[in-house]
């Protein structure tokens, strides 16, 4: 089965420019998450998609928005890109839309974007 | 603020003995526990998971060890080998799949 894809692996972009950055979640996954990781740090958390709505948003400015497809996929957009967002971004998908013990909790990253921002 | 914290960057140990991870927690809610091993150009996969309810969770080589009293858990690999060299991270969910992520340890087993 595959897991959790993401495109582009590896992109250069200039400060101001867009990026989207998409994720197809494992089959029959139906909550998608996204994160920043900065080098040297760990995850942070961006967006949460749970049957296309958003259920949770981390402290990101609004230049940073997600959306979630009705096949589960998701796209991240970054506008006005600034030189402190280059990162990795990862998606993360889940059965379910809640973590803690009762629905298992477990997220399955895909292989990350690295996003370069000059 | 970091509500999950790995106070060492890093950790050496030699190949068949005894690694521990450490990671320590600020959110009293936090009632569920992953750790998350991440190889280079990887995205981070599961490793194992402990619930609050619980203090002690084991999986071959892998245990976890959760003092809720002191908001501290442990990861033990016994014995290590070279293949477990890697970047190991602490999670914990609060709402929905906002999970908050430590800093990573990095792990280098010695041949």
């Known amino acids: 089965d595959a897991g959790v894809t993401q495109s582009p692996t590896h992109l250069i972009k200039t400060r101001g420019q867009h990026v989207t950055l998409r994720c197809s979640p494992i089959s029959g996954h139906k909550s998608v998450s996204w994160y920043q990781q900065v080098l040297g740090q760990g995850p942070q958390f961006i967006f949460q998609?749970?049957?296309?709505?958003?259920?949770g948003r981390g402290n990101f400015p609004d230049r940073f928005s997600a959306r979630q497809f009705p096949n589960y996929s998701s796209e991240l957009n970054v506008n006005a890109l600034l030189l402190g967002d280059s990162a990795l971004y990862l998606c993360?998908?889940?059965?379910?839309?809640?973590?803690?013990?009762?629905?298992?909790?477990?997220?399955?990253f895909g292989e990350g974007s690295r996003l370069t921002v000059l | 603020d970091q509500q999950v914290k790995q106070n060492s960057p890093s950790l050496s140990v030699q190949e068949g003995r005894i690694s521990i991870l450490n990671c320590d927690y600020t959110?009293?809610?936090?009632?569920?526990f992953l750790w998350y091993k991440k190889y280079p150009a990887e995205g981070p996969t599961f490793l194992i998971s402990i619930s609050s309810i619980k203090d002690k969770n084991e999986d071959g080589r892998f245990t976890v060890f959760l003092n809720k009293s002191a908001k501290h858990l442990s990861l033990h690999i016994v014995p290590s080998q070279p293949g477990d060299s890697a970047v190991y991270f602490c999670?914990?969910?609060?709402?929905?799949?906002?999970?908050?992520f430590g800093t990573g340890t990095s792990l280098t087993v010695i041949p």
């Open positions: 998609y749970y049957e296309k709505e958003e259920r």
């Open positions: 993360a998908s889940s059965v379910s839309g809640t973590g803690g013990i009762i629905n298992t909790g477990e997220l399955f």
């Open positions: 999670a914990a969910p609060l709402t929905g799949n906002q999970f908050y």
């Open positions: 959110n009293s809610m936090f009632d569920y």
